[in-house]
């Protein structure tokens, strides 16, 4: 979990006539809008930093124009990025070749798009063989690893049907296949159950929580919807105006959001599961009583309110390796659900 | 048509009244005090001169092998002939029983075995028509130009697809292609190659080609971003996103250009007889010019056959449908309704009984077949259909030669010409006029020739003076667009003058207008009928996709047999070509009207006919006038041809100056249509995207 996978450093991305004049003479407090009025140039992606470690799920969220799209394009350089560096494996992204960014896209991260993306023109297991086809893999071979995805993502019996013939749930599966079928290490995913109903939404996103268990792909996911971003993330980039805002985890976004845009999209999160014992603890106060009852240190409000609430006493919290941590009483438990802000530690 | 005009004081001075008020001026002074003549003389360029200068040079340069003919146009020229002659040999070599058989299955494969029997039956017409060599000619020339047609126009629409300044470049000379009558393109031709099949491939080449590139860019262009971006994102090269994405998922439309190129094509290659192109429309020019309609009429048809299954054939192929499972449809003779009757289930049985063992029969043999070919795909239908239908023609090829069945049996013959001349005699005598009364075909043309085409020709020749008729032309032209198409027109009108045509010139546009006169008549009540009855839509639409598949040249057939020579059969030729798009146009703009307004208008209790007047009308009016002006084209594209039949006018120079092998004349004759063409394009278009813009309809 320790090893950078993917890092953005001071990613720029501006749209217009001369985009590096801008990034040299723009003033951090300027407003995106205000340089669109004065100078033309729509800045999508700006000054962007952080890390996406191996093996996790790094959702990027904002509202549309917030430059999240943008950004998940400039890390495989569907768009060219203005300024920065997007340092992929330990190679910058930025600076290379035609021929290496080929083999990056080949191999190394592929793409699961909002509206699917998928060729109307060819069958679904000819969609999901396609990114083996563009390797260079034999037909057969590529057609039989092809039917393996296709009974891994659900879709068996669908194999020689055309896209616009399944639902949509149904083609995203198979956009999900077609990007898992090269068996990249990273994966993209550009609000793809976006255009889905709720109830498909929900599905899918289970199948990928079930998937990534088994896969353990480091995975950007850009979405628009926070509890989605909240459901998958292991950790949360929230933009705004192409800029990131916040990050953290669900739990620290929840209980620490660090303005009120952020406030704002945190109020309507059921906060009993969001928030775990990690967050509402406090350090044991009587080292001599280490006795009691005792839970596990993400452990949700939504489990803890039945255990706290009989009793006056404190509960211990304990981290993996049974050491105890911390500590929570009824109070704690009722001031985090109080949704106050401020924590008081 | 209120929405385009100015709420200004009455008495404002615009350009276009000024003009309008020196044109009644100039028209007092013409008719009361001194006649301004006609178009002076002395004006003519004589451009006729160093063309024929021109053409005597390039006769000698050929002669003497003149280094651009030598390197050019003579390799040119023999290859062209080389690979024509290959495939017409190729089709004559084969049995007819091969030709029939091989596209019976390819429609049976693409399309259904409807298609299947059509195809065939229409190829077998040509046969019983006794015009089966003449057919393959004229074929054998269609796939030289539509091969070659193809090689160029596809890679220059891919281009033009992935360069926005290809596509600038290419956009207004595919427009102007597009605006020239078809046989304009057979005059330079002529000049560069003479007379005989080369030239004609080379005109049909250049005139057929614009749609192939046009849809082949647009459809490439029209590819999803979102697929583009997916290709690009699993590493594709731009080569293989145009390979395996781009090109596969424009299919649809470049066959529909395809299509499209093909026709244009046929089109062309009938009228190519006037070069020496042969073939069926060689058939067709002869019988004409000696009035044996009979023969001619059976050309003709056999001309029809071959379009309906170009035409079929090649729509099939762009509808790709993309399903997993081809639904099984029965094979219906009768329409759906009788169904229930005893008699049609009769019938009806076995066919389907038929139907279905064959469909059966062909799995059983092609999954034979599949089997003995090594991968297991999913293309494995369509490889092992064609590996069966290759061996099959094979076999029927040594059946064929073995019982010499190689030419079309002569005494399979339906010799319809006999038979037809007698009707056309009866028809002459008896239709001519029906006992005392007015109708008849005699006095319909009387009455076209006396209350319409001389009224309107004395109008243009003597009434109003050659500089009247440019002024109002020019005025037309600024109230449509702006003063520099006012300024076009008029140049373009005087250019007509100096080329010594003006009088031909307001022959053709007198009859012209007639044409379009009736075309606009006749076409937008069928259009409004159309538009409110969906029976009457169903019943006129394949006969309009019919009248718009025939090639220009057939419909002097007909015309000639109920109103014999002269500028009425011309007429009522380019109106039964012309009329589609008024009756398809002005029923797509009426069923366009914004439900809401026809409902405001039946709410406010106003009658069926007050709607239709009030609020259908003019609404659709921005429709009804690109119709009109994709009539006014086709009935200018009608001029030359026209004039075969002896239609005075520019057509008629420009068919007489080419037999008297007048090169110069027959250029200069070419160009004043062109010039008229343009003109009344962009006047009409100008003023159609007026209406639309007012009417707030893009």
Redesign the interface.
Known sequence: MNKPKISFRNVWKVFGPTPEHIIETVKPETAVSDILAKTGHVVAVRDVSFDVYEGEVFCVMGLSGSGKSTLVRCL?R?IEPTAGKIIVNGDNVVEMSEEE???????KM??V???????????V??NIA??L???GVE??ERIKHSYEILEKVGLHGWD???P??LSGGMQQRVGLA?ALA?DPEIL?CDEPFSALDPLIRRDMQNELLRLQRDLQKTMVFITHDFLEALKLGDRIAIMKDGEVVQIGTPEDIVANPINDYVHEFTKDVPRVKVLTARTVMKPVTHKEELIGRAVAIDTTLEKLIPLTADTDDAILVMDGEDNVIGEVNRKRVMMALATIQKKEV | MAATRQPSPAKQITPVRIILIAALLLFLYHNLIHNLGVFPEEWNLGLREPLDMFKKWVIVANRDGHWMFALFFQPLKGSIDFFMRRIEDFMYWLPWTVIIAFVFFLANKIGDLKLALLTAFSLLMMGLLGLWDESMRTLALMVTSVIIALAIGLPLGVWAAHNDRVETMLRPVLDAMQTMPAFVYLIPVVLFFGIARVPSVIATIIYAIPPVVRLTNLGIRRVSEESIEAARSFGSTPRQIMLKVQIPQAMPSIMTGVNQTIMMALSIVVIAALIGGGGLGDVVLKSLRRLQVGSALEAGLAIVFMAVLLDRLSFAFSQIEHVSVKKHQGFRLLPRKWGGKSWAKAIERPITWVYAMSGRLEKKVVHLFSRLLPKQDENINSAGYFITMALGLLLLLGISFALSWVEFPENWDLSLSKPVDTAVKWAQVNLYQIGDTFIGTGPFSDFVSLYMLRPLRLLLLEWLAWPIIILLISALAWKAANWKLAVYSALSMLFIGWLGLWEASMDTLSQVLVAVLISVLIGVPLGVWSARNDSAEQFLRPILDFLQTIPTFVYLVPVIMLFNLGRVPGIMASVMYAIAPTVRLTNLGIRQVDEAAVEASVSFGATTWQTLRNVQLPLSLPSIMMGVNQTIMMVLAMVIIAGLVGAAGLGFSVIDAMQNNKMGASIEAGLAIVLMAIVLDRITQSWAQKQADAANIT
């Open positions: 495989s569907l960014l080929r083999d990056l896209r080949r191999h592929s793409m798009f909002q509206r699917f993306g998928l060729f109307s023109h060819r069958r297991i000819e396609y990114g086809e563009i390797q037909r057969e020689q049907h055309y616009h013939e077609r090269v993209l």
